[in-house]
C-alpha cells in the first residue's frame, strides 16, 4: 500500500471513528429519545374539544383541512364529536361548528419553513372521533399528511385529497366515495359505496373487499391491485403501471393499461361473459366467452400481455370435466380445438321371431 493510500485510510478512519463518537453524544443528550433529536420548535401543546352531542346539535357535514400533518377519523366512544389536534408558534388550528358544519382548519405561521432542513419525529396527528349516528359528509384535504379514515357506516360522501401522502379507508360505508392524492398510496379494505373513485398520479393502488354499483380507479404512474371488488360497472384503468387482480365480479367491466400487464380473474364461468381481449403488443390468454351475453368484460393493454381466467372455469361443462374447454371445444386462448369424436351407435338389438 502506497504512503498516499494510507494517508486516506487514516483520515477516513479517524473521521468515522470522530463521527460515531459525536452521533453516539448527541442521542445520548438526547436521552437516548428519537423525538428530542428534533430540530422544529418544542412548544408543540395538544388540544382536545368535545363538542355538544348530536341529539343537541346535529352536524351534517365534517370538513378538515390542513397543509403538513396527518388526519385521522375514527368512531367516538359518545354520541358527541371529539377533535384532538396540535398547535404552536408554527401552526394554528381554527374550529368552527356553524349550521351544522363542522371545518377545522389548521396552518402554519409566518416562522413555518425558516429552516431549511427539519427532523421531526413527534406525531400530531388531527383526530376527529365521529358519533356512530352520524350520517353526514367528511371532507378531508392536506396537502403533506397522510388520511385514515377507518370503522364509519352509513355516511353521505366521503372526499379524501392529499397533495403528498397516502389515504386509507377501512371498514366504511357510504353513499360516495372520492379518493385522490396526486403522490401517495391508496388503500381502500372494507368498503360499500353506491359509487367509488379512487386516483393517484404516482403511487399504488389496493382495493380489498370493495362493493359498489359504480367502482372506478385510475393511476398515472403506479401499481394496482383489486381483490374481491364487486360492481355493476367497473372501469380500471392504469396508464404506466400493471394490474393484478382476483375475485372481480362485475356486468360492465373495463380493465385498460398503456404500458402494463392486465392478469385478472373474475368469479363464475368465461361463459357468463361476453369477452374482448387484445393487446397490440403483447401475448393474450382469455378464453372465449359468449357473444351477447348479459355481463362483459374489455381488457386491453397497449404493451404488456393478458391473463384472463375465471374462478369457475370456462365453463360448467368444463369445471366437470376439470379442465377450462368452453363448449365446442374453444380453449383458454381462443383458438380452436377438434370436438371430441362422437361415440359410436349402440348395435341394434337382435329382431325376435
Not at 406525531?123 to 379514515?149: A, F, L
Request: with cysteine.
Amino acid at each position: 500500500m502506497t504512503t498516499a493510500r494510507k494517508v486516506v485510510l487514516i483520515v477516513a478512519t479517524v473521521m468515522l471513528v470522530g463521527g460515531s463518537a459525536l452521533a453516539l453524544g448527541a442521542f445520548t443528550l438526547a436521552d437516548f429519545r428519537f423525538e428530542n433529536l428534533s430540530n422544529t420548535t418544542r412548544d408543540w401543546v395538544s388540544s382536545t374539544q368535545t363538542l355538544s352531542t348530536e341529539a343537541e346539535a346535529p352536524h351534517t357535514a365534517v370538513v378538515v383541512r390542513d397543509a403538513s400533518e396527518s388526519v385521522r377519523f375514527e368512531p367516538a366512544d359518545g354520541d358527541a364529536f371529539e377533535i384532538t389536534y396540535w398547535t404552536s408558534s408554527e401552526k394554528t388550528v381554527d374550529v368552527v361548528d356553524e349550521g351544522g358544519v363542522l371545518e377545522i382548519t389548521g396552518q402554519g405561521t409566518s416562522l413555518t419553513g425558516l429552516m431549511i432542513m427539519k427532523v421531526d419525529f413527534q406525531d400530531r396527528t388531527t383526530v376527529v372521533k365521529v358519533p356512530r349516528g352520524y350520517t353526514g359528509s367528511i371532507t378531508v384535504e392536506t396537502s403533506g399528511g397522510n388520511v385514515d379514515v377507518a370503522n364509519l357506516d352509513d355516511l353521505g360522501t366521503v372526499s379524501l385529497t392529499a397533495s403528498s401522502g397516502s389515504l386509507s379507508l377501512m371498514r366504511t360505508s357510504a353513499e360516495t366515495v372520492g379518493l385522490r392524492t396526486s403522490s401517495g398510496s391508496i388503500n381502500a379494505t372494507g368498503v360499500d359505496a353506491e359509487s367509488f373513485s379512487a386516483w393517484t398520479s404516482s403511487g399504488s393502488l389496493s382495493l380489498d373487499d370493495v362493493e359498489g354499483a359504480t367502482v372506478e380507479t385510475s393511476t398515472s404512474s403506479g401499481y394496482q391491485y383489486l381483490d374481491e371488488v364487486r360492481a355493476t360497472t367497473l372501469d380500471i384503468r392504469c396508464s404506466s403501471g400493471s394490474i393484478d387482480a382476483v375475485g372481480l365480479d362485475a356486468t360492465e367491466a373495463v380493465l385498460e393499461a398503456s404500458s402494463g400487464r392486465v392478469a385478472a380473474s373474475f368469479t363464475g364461468f368465461a361463459t357468463d361473459y361476453d369477452i374482448a381481449a387484445s393487446s397490440t403488443s403483447g401475448s393474450v390468454d382469455a378464453p372465449a366467452g359468449t357473444i351477447g351475453a348479459d355481463k362483459r368484460i374489455v381488457v386491453r393493454t397497449t404493451s404488456g400481455s393478458v391473463d384472463l381466467s375465471f374462478d369457475r372455469g370456462a365453463s360448467a361443462g368444463a369445471a366437470n370435466r376439470g379442465d377450462n374447454t368452453a363448449p365446442g371445444g374453444a380453449s383458454r386462448n381462443g383458438a380452436d380445438i377438434p370436438a371430441a369424436p362422437a361415440a359410436p351407435a349402440a348395435p341394434a338389438a337382435p329382431a325376435t321371431s
